[in-house]
C-alpha cells in the first residue's frame, strides 16, 4: 500500500514532467511547402498577350509535417509573392492573376516561417518556401480575317539585364526572359514600342525611328526584326 503522501509527491513529480514535455508529438515541424499546380499555362500563340488579363487561377499550398508525419493546407497561412509581377500578380489567398502586360515565365513561392509548432513550442525560426511556375504563351501572330497576311513586327533580345517590350497599339508585350516574340498588325499602321528595363536599357537596333526607350515604325509595310537591350 502507498502511503498518502508517496501519492501527492508522485503525482506532483508527473505534472512536473507533464509541464516540461507538453506531448509525444512535439514539437511538430514544418518542413515543405508543395504548391498545387505545380505549373501553369494561359494565352495562346495566336491570341495577343493582352487579351490574358485578368485570366485568374486558385492556387493551393501544402505543407508537410513530421513529429508525427502529417499534410495540412496552409494556403491562407503563407506569403505569397510573384518574381515577375509586370506577368503576374498573387494575392494573400494565392489567387493568380494574369497582368495581361508580359509573356514568359514567373517563379510564384509560398514562403512561411515557423516561429513555434502548433502546440505553441519554440522553434528555430527556420523559413520555408515553395515555388511553382507560370507560363504566358506569347504571341506569335496570325493572319488577317480576309486571308492576307498581316506584317510581323518580332523583338530579340540582348544584353544581360532584363525588361518588357510593350506596343501601341496594343498587341505585342513580352519581357526578356521569352527571347523573341511577336505580333501582326495591320498594313500602314504606326507603331509605338516601349522598353521598360528591370536594370538599364542598352538601346534600340534595327529601329527606323528611336526617342529615348521607344522605337516608332511610322507606316509598317514589311516584317521587320527589332533588337532590345537590356544591360
Not at 513530421?66 to 506569403?79: A, E, M, R
Not at 530579340?156 to 505585342?172: D, H, I, Q, Y
Request: charged share 5%.
Amino acid at each position: 500500500m502507498i502511503a498518502k503522501g508517496r501519492v501527492l509527491l508522485i503525482f506532483g513529480c508527473l505534472a512536473a514532467v507533464t509541464a516540461i514535455m507538453p506531448g509525444c508529438g512535439d514539437p511538430q515541424e514544418l518542413v515543405s511547402i508543395a504548391i498545387q499546380p505545380g505549373t501553369e499555362t494561359i494565352g495562346a500563340s495566336n491570341i495577343p498577350v493582352s487579351a490574358d488579363a485578368g485570366s485568374q487561377v486558385q492556387l493551393r499550398a501544402l505543407g508537410t509535417y513530421v513529429h508525427p508525419p502529417v499534410t495540412k493546407d496552409i494556403t491562407n497561412q503563407v506569403t505569397w509573392s510573384s518574381n515577375t509581377p509586370q506577368m503576374f500578380t498573387v494575392n494573400s489567398t494565392g489567387l493568380l492573376t494574369a497582368t495581361g502586360q508580359s509573356c514568359g515565365a514567373t517563379i510564384i513561392s509560398a514562403t512561411l516561417q515557423t516561429n513555434a509548432d502548433a502546440s505553441g513550442v519554440s522553434s528555430s525560426g527556420a523559413v520555408v518556401t515553395g515555388s511553382m511556375t507560370a507560363n504566358v504563351t506569347c504571341y506569335t501572330g496570325t493572319t488577317s480575317g480576309g486571308g492576307g497576311a498581316q506584317p510581323v513586327v518580332a523583338i530579340s533580345f540582348a544584353g544581360t539585364g532584363s525588361g518588357t517590350v510593350t506596343s501601341s497599339p496594343l498587341g505585342l508585350s513580352c519581357t526578356s526572359s521569352a527571347t523573341t516574340c511577336s505580333a501582326t498588325f495591320p498594313v500602314g499602321t504606326e507603331v509605338t514600342l516601349t522598353a521598360t528595363a528591370f536594370g538599364t536599357f542598352g538601346g534600340w537596333g534595327n529601329c527606323p525611328l528611336v526617342s529615348g526607350d521607344t522605337c516608332t515604325i511610322d507606316n509598317l509595310t514589311n516584317d521587320v526584326t527589332l533588337t532590345a537591350t537590356f544591360d
